[in-house]
């Protein structure tokens, strides 16, 4: 498998525009997760999907941020509009079973996304 | 607020040294506590990870010390190489995951 398939990997925007990311988590895997990474708060959960259904959502900074999950092999995750505080680096995982079963995260090379 | 504390932020060790990393967290629920490691442009990908029940793993050079009562955990890496150089991220899952805010380790050759 060619492992989990994110892009863009480089985003540059301005403030108001929108952005979207994309994702192609590893077949088979249940699970898929956003996270985002920046230098102050490293690694930050913003929501995760079982089966293509959004299970907590509680770590979406705010009402700009949308994710959805139409089938098992793709995931977007929309900023609406952008702010120059959304800058990081986007991430998203896959796994093929429940967190709390040793289950292994296996991220993509991540979205720089870049507003302006 | 951060559920899993990690130290140093950053970290340079001479080639052959040891590298110790901490962690530290308050929820006893959790019941995993992986480490992953980074390098620059590519996403974590895990390293060694261990269960509340055993206070040691070892794999290779690396080792993960666990003491529950303190809630506590560290990873060691022994004879560190350049090639380890990386930032490093202690989680602990009970649910989901919660990370640590990431070292960064150099190792100067």
């Known amino acids: 498998d060619a492992g989990v398939i994110q892009s863009p990997r480089h985003e540059v925007t301005e403030m108001g525009q929108e952005v979207t990311l994309r994702c192609k988590p590893i077949?088979?895997?249940?699970?898929l997760f956003w996270y985002r990474q920046t230098m102050m708060r490293g690694l930050e959960l913003l929501i995760y999907?079982?089966?293509?259904?959004?299970?907590?959502d509680s770590g979406m900074p705010e009402d700009r941020f949308s994710a959805k999950m139409p089938n098992a092999s793709f995931s977007t995750l929309k900023i609406q509009p952008s702010e120059p505080r959304d800058s990081a680096v986007y991430f998203c995982?896959?796994?093929?079973?429940?967190?709390?079963?040793?289950?292994?995260?296996?991220f993509g090379e991540g979205s720089r996304l870049t507003v302006l | 607020q951060q559920q899993v504390k990690q130290s140093p932020q950053s970290l340079i060790v001479q080639k052959g040294g040891i590298s110790i990393i901490n962690c530290a967290y308050e929820n006893t629920a959790f019941d995993y506590f992986p480490w992953y490691q980074q390098f620059p442009g590519k996403g974590p990908a895990l390293l060694i990870a261990?269960?509340?029940?055993?206070s040691e793993k070892k794999e290779g050079r690396f080792t993960i010390s666990f003491n529950k009562s303190a809630k506590q955990f560290s990873l060691h890496i022994m004879d560190s190489q350049p090639g380890d150089s990386a930032t490093y991220f202690c989680?602990?899952?009970?649910?989901?995951?919660?990370f640590g805010t990431g070292t960064s380790l150099t190792v100067i050759p």
């Open positions: 995982a896959s796994s093929p079973i429940d967190s709390s079963n040793t289950g292994e995260l296996f």
């Open positions: 999907f079982n089966n293509n259904v959004p299970i907590d």
């Open positions: 077949s088979g895997h249940d699970y």
């Open positions: 989680a602990a899952s009970e649910n989901q995951f919660y």
């Open positions: 261990i269960r509340p029940d055993v």
